[in-house]
């Protein structure tokens, strides 16, 4: 396996809107990022992911782009953006931007070429039909933002694909010069000095001939078209040719948002061999604790089957391929709410659950504030939320009778705003994120729960983080060692080790709130083990007899030469 300044790296999200704010709109920007450089650079990160800043109407946060080479109003000027990228280079950071083309906004220029006539030349920029012959939609599939994924346009009588918002029509991937209009795009960037793209669901781009419906749901109007659009039959000629077209020549970093990806597929679209993409986001963990009714039905998450798919994972991209490592972002609730405790363990449970991670093999991605130890938020009302999957899976509960108590707290579990309320910066008004009228309410636990608080505390969250970036920078065991779980079955204890020439890490993370004793494995009795990071007081060093006690939430990692 090659080595790759990627593979060493650590990531940090940005979420623009809510990061942090310069001129008082109360919207986060470009200038905000740029003042904050210092703390990112403290935390020790090496790269930063922006979500898009691209020009666009923010139907879906920035995720509808009007203009691919424009930055949109709120977040500042294309200046702001290359002093940003600038800032960011000259501290040694990195900077990838998300790449949104399975879809444009339904106000990019081409769209709006392509539905003026049938026989426009953009017309095939995107993925138009007729309807069946009763009037119905071309075919059965659901938006995942939910109701159909056809829109009518009376203009020219027919249908418009979008897999999500009305307001996002699918660009026609099967026509080559959308294809290379893209790769134009993308070059373009890689020329101003971006690093490299994070790809949003860019599995979607190929979808099969003939566009057929998809299985009927009991009882649903529309149904889940996913088998006939992600994972396509151009895919991967799709990726390869983008890589050679666009991202070689640059060294781009690519990471590729992939839903409904498997570990087989994972390992063709990141094997080095095949000059696709570097690495994958997938879902599998965080679809783990979702019921059969999907994503708002939700069950408690057995630790059991979280080991059982991490590793999976794991052992699939051990020797081909990559994994990216990361338990929320800007569409996953914070991970401290959501897989340890946010109430009397939060500092130690959030500690935990990086150790489990950071260990891990694979590039570890750091969403904002969860550094810092930032929890899901509880609104009051169903008018203080923004997210457009939150509010149309609301009205839709509510139109079929279910009780407004019972979505909250779906919504206080599950909502995608959980992730997105601004960075609680300091304990000034609004947490230090902005002068004005924040776009969403900051959390109001932000006077216990701040940056500032974090910086401060040789104890807090924040430290512990600086030390795992610090351990994966300075020890290729943690980049470049095997996996393996260790006592798969036990619910208490996520434990595994990582070996690498001649020597192992054993990690040990305590996932309750009880004390508890691990057995220790027989390839360790006895034997004599350092230790490398816990989230508690130790001893430096000790002989493994057969068991060790833990406290609650209690994390530990040890080296032993072999």
Not at 13 to 28: T, V
Not at 67 to 86: C, P, V
Not at 102 to 114: G, K
Request: hydrophobic share 35%; net charge negative; proline share 4%.
């Amino acid at each position: 396996m090659s080595k790759q300044w990627w593979k060493e790296s650590v990531v940090y999200q940005i979420y623009p809107r809510s990061f942090n704010d310069s001129n008082g709109d109360g919207i986060g920007d470009l200038n905000g990022i740029t003042e904050k450089l210092d703390y990112l650079k403290g935390l020790g990160v090496d790269v930063i992911w922006l979500s898009p800043v691209y020009d666009s109407p923010n139907d879906d946060n920035g995720y509808d782009i009007r203009d691919y080479q424009a930055i949109m109003d709120e977040f500042g000027t294309m200046e702001d953006w290359e002093r940003m990228l600038s800032e960011v280079h000259s501290r040694g950071m990195r900077l990838i931007m998300d790449l949104v083309v399975n879809h444009s906004s339904d106000e990019h220029r081409w769209f709006a070429e392509s539905r003026k006539s049938k026989d426009n030349p953009y017309r095939d920029y995107y993925i138009w039909r007729p309807g069946k012959a009763d009037g119905s939609e071309p075919n059965n599939w659901e938006s995942a933002f939910s109701g159909s994924a056809w829109q009518y346009d009376e203009q020219t009588e027919e249908y418009f694909l979008h897999i999500f918002s009305k307001k996002q029509p699918d660009l026609n991937w099967e026509n080559p010069v959308v294809r290379e209009e893209v790769y134009s795009m993308i070059r373009w960037w890689l020329d101003k000095g971006v690093d490299g793209f994070r790809m949003d669901v860019i599995n979607f781009i190929s979808k099969v001939d003939g566009l057929p419906d998809a299985e009927p749901q009991e009882g649903k109007k529309y149904a889940s078209g996913s088998k006939y659009f992600a994972n396509g039959p151009r895919i991967h000629e799709f990726l390869h040719e983008m890589n050679q077209k666009a991202m070689k020549e640059y060294g781009a970093m690519t990471v590729a948002e992939m839903p409904s990806v498997t570990p087989e597929l994972a390992q063709k679209y990141t094997d080095e061999d095949r000059e696709e993409v570097d690495m994958v986001f997938q879902f599998e963990h965080v679809d783990l604790d979702s019921g059969p009714g999907g994503k708002w039905d939700l069950r408690p998450l057995k630790l059991r089957d979280l080991k059982e798919n991490l590793t999976k994972w794991q052992k699939a991209l051990e020797h081909k391929g990559w994994n990216s490592l990361y338990m929320n972002n800007h569409d996953q609730p914070r991970m401290v709410s959501r897989f340890g405790n946010d109430g009397e363990y939060r500092v130690k449970s959030a500690k935990m659950l990086a150790t489990m991670l950071h260990m891990m093999k694979g590039t570890p991605y750091i969403y904002q504030g969860e550094e810092i130890g930032m929890t899901n938020v509880r609104f009051d009302s169903i008018e203080e939320y923004e997210d457009i999957e939150t509010l149309n899976m609301y009205r839709e509960k509510r139109e079929a009778g279910v009780p407004h108590e019972d979505i909250m707290k779906a919504i206080y579990v599950k909502g995608r705003d959980n992730a997105r309320t601004p960075v609680q910066w300091n304990t000034t008004e609004n947490a230090g994120f902005s002068t004005g009228i924040p776009w969403l309410k900051v959390n109001p636990n932000y006077k216990e729960i701040n940056a500032e608080a974090a910086v401060a505390d040789p104890n807090s969250v924040y430290h512990y983080y600086r030390r795992l970036i610090e351990l994966r920078h300075n020890n290729e065991i943690v980049v470049y060692g095997g996996y393996d779980l260790i006592q798969p079955e036990d619910e208490t204890f996520f434990a595994y080790e990582r070996r690498y020439e001649g020597e192992s890490l054993l990690v040990i993370c305590n996932f309750t709130g009880e004390n508890a004793i691990f057995h220790v494995p027989d390839g360790y009795k006895n034997k004599a083990g350092q230790l490398f990071i816990s989230n508690m007081e130790q001893d430096q060093s000790l002989s493994f007899g057969n068991e060790l006690h833990f406290t609650p939430y209690e994390a530990r990692v040890y080296r032993v030469k072999h």
